[in-house]
Nanobody
Framework: QVHLVESGGGLVQPGGSLRISCAASGSIFSIYTMGWYRQAPGKQRELVATITTSSGTNYIDSVKGRLTISRDNAKNMVYQQMNSLEPEDTAVYYC?????????????WGRGTQVTVSS
Protein backbone atom coordinates (compact mmCIF):
# COMPACT_ATOMS: atom_id res chain seq x y z
CA GLN A 1 0.00 0.00 0.00
CA VAL A 2 0.98 3.59 -0.63
CA HIS A 3 0.21 6.44 1.74
CA LEU A 4 0.48 10.18 1.24
CA VAL A 5 0.21 12.27 4.39
CA GLU A 6 0.07 16.06 4.41
CA SER A 7 1.07 18.27 7.33
CA GLY A 8 1.69 21.91 8.18
CA GLY A 9 -1.68 23.49 7.53
CA GLY A 10 -3.27 25.99 9.87
CA LEU A 11 -4.61 29.48 10.39
CA VAL A 12 -2.57 32.43 9.13
CA GLN A 13 -3.27 36.12 8.71
CA PRO A 14 -3.41 37.73 5.26
CA GLY A 15 0.10 38.47 4.07
CA GLY A 16 1.52 35.68 6.21
CA SER A 17 3.43 32.55 5.30
CA LEU A 18 2.97 28.84 5.74
CA ARG A 19 4.82 25.73 4.65
CA ILE A 20 2.98 22.51 3.99
CA SER A 21 4.60 19.12 3.50
CA CYS A 22 3.64 15.74 2.14
CA ALA A 23 5.32 12.41 2.86
CA ALA A 24 4.86 9.41 0.59
CA SER A 25 5.45 6.01 2.13
CA GLY A 26 4.75 2.35 1.59
CA SER A 27 5.42 0.07 -1.34
CA ILE A 28 6.88 2.64 -3.75
CA PHE A 29 9.21 1.82 -6.63
CA SER A 30 9.41 5.17 -8.35
CA ILE A 31 7.70 8.57 -8.00
CA TYR A 32 7.23 10.77 -11.04
CA THR A 33 5.35 14.05 -10.97
CA MET A 34 4.17 15.32 -7.59
CA GLY A 35 1.80 18.17 -7.04
CA TRP A 36 -0.50 20.18 -4.85
CA TYR A 37 -4.20 20.67 -5.47
CA ARG A 38 -6.69 22.64 -3.42
CA GLN A 39 -10.41 22.72 -2.90
CA ALA A 40 -12.17 25.75 -1.46
CA PRO A 41 -15.68 25.50 0.03
CA GLY A 42 -18.27 25.21 -2.71
CA LYS A 43 -15.66 24.94 -5.46
CA GLN A 44 -14.09 22.17 -7.47
CA ARG A 45 -10.63 20.86 -6.70
CA GLU A 46 -8.02 22.73 -8.73
CA LEU A 47 -4.39 22.18 -9.55
CA VAL A 48 -2.03 24.59 -7.79
CA ALA A 49 1.47 23.44 -8.70
CA THR A 50 3.40 20.46 -9.98
CA ILE A 51 7.02 19.38 -9.88
CA THR A 52 8.80 16.73 -11.95
CA THR A 53 11.56 14.37 -10.84
CA SER A 54 14.12 16.84 -12.21
CA SER A 55 12.41 19.70 -10.32
CA GLY A 56 10.73 21.29 -13.28
CA THR A 57 7.80 23.29 -11.91
CA ASN A 58 4.46 24.58 -13.09
CA TYR A 59 2.03 26.93 -11.31
CA ILE A 60 -1.40 28.34 -11.86
CA ASP A 61 -1.31 32.07 -12.56
CA SER A 62 -2.96 33.13 -9.31
CA VAL A 63 -0.11 31.74 -7.16
CA LYS A 64 2.93 32.58 -9.28
CA GLY A 65 5.50 34.52 -7.28
CA ARG A 66 3.84 33.63 -3.97
CA LEU A 67 3.95 29.82 -3.74
CA THR A 68 6.99 27.65 -4.30
CA ILE A 69 6.84 23.87 -4.71
CA SER A 70 9.90 21.73 -4.01
CA ARG A 71 10.70 18.08 -3.40
CA ASP A 72 13.23 15.79 -1.75
CA ASN A 73 13.47 12.66 -3.87
CA ALA A 74 15.56 10.80 -1.28
CA LYS A 75 12.85 11.26 1.33
CA ASN A 76 9.83 10.94 -0.99
CA MET A 77 8.68 14.35 0.20
CA VAL A 78 7.08 17.33 -1.53
CA TYR A 79 6.73 20.78 0.01
CA GLN A 80 4.95 24.01 -0.71
CA GLN A 81 6.16 27.30 0.70
CA MET A 82 3.30 29.78 0.65
CA ASN A 83 4.04 33.49 1.08
CA SER A 84 1.89 36.62 0.86
CA LEU A 85 -1.17 34.49 1.53
CA GLU A 86 -4.57 35.87 0.63
CA PRO A 87 -8.04 34.94 1.91
CA GLU A 88 -8.67 33.43 -1.54
CA ASP A 89 -5.98 30.84 -0.76
CA THR A 90 -8.19 29.34 1.95
CA ALA A 91 -8.80 25.72 1.02
CA VAL A 92 -8.00 22.14 1.80
CA TYR A 93 -4.68 21.37 0.13
CA TYR A 94 -4.16 17.87 -1.25
CA CYS A 95 -0.91 16.19 -2.17
CA UNK A 96 -0.80 14.14 -5.36
CA UNK A 97 1.86 11.76 -6.61
CA UNK A 98 2.04 9.86 -9.87
CA UNK A 99 4.07 6.77 -9.10
CA UNK A 100 4.72 3.09 -9.52
CA UNK A 101 3.78 1.25 -6.36
CA UNK A 102 2.98 -2.27 -5.32
CA UNK A 103 -0.30 -2.15 -7.24
CA UNK A 104 1.25 -0.66 -10.35
CA UNK A 105 1.24 2.78 -11.95
CA UNK A 106 -1.27 5.37 -10.85
CA UNK A 107 -2.22 8.59 -9.12
CA UNK A 108 -2.25 8.66 -5.34
CA TRP A 109 -3.76 11.27 -3.03
CA GLY A 110 -3.41 12.40 0.54
CA ARG A 111 -6.36 13.27 2.75
CA GLY A 112 -5.60 16.96 2.74
CA THR A 113 -4.56 19.69 5.13
CA GLN A 114 -6.65 22.77 5.87
CA VAL A 115 -5.17 26.19 5.19
CA THR A 116 -7.20 29.15 6.42
CA VAL A 117 -6.18 32.73 5.68
CA SER A 118 -8.10 35.12 7.85
CA SER A 119 -7.62 38.06 10.17
Amino acid sequence: QVHLVESGGGLVQPGGSLRISCAASGSIFSIYTMGWYRQAPGKQRELVATITTSSGTNYIDSVKGRLTISRDNAKNMVYQQMNSLEPEDTAVYYCNARLIGGLGYGDYWGRGTQVTVSS
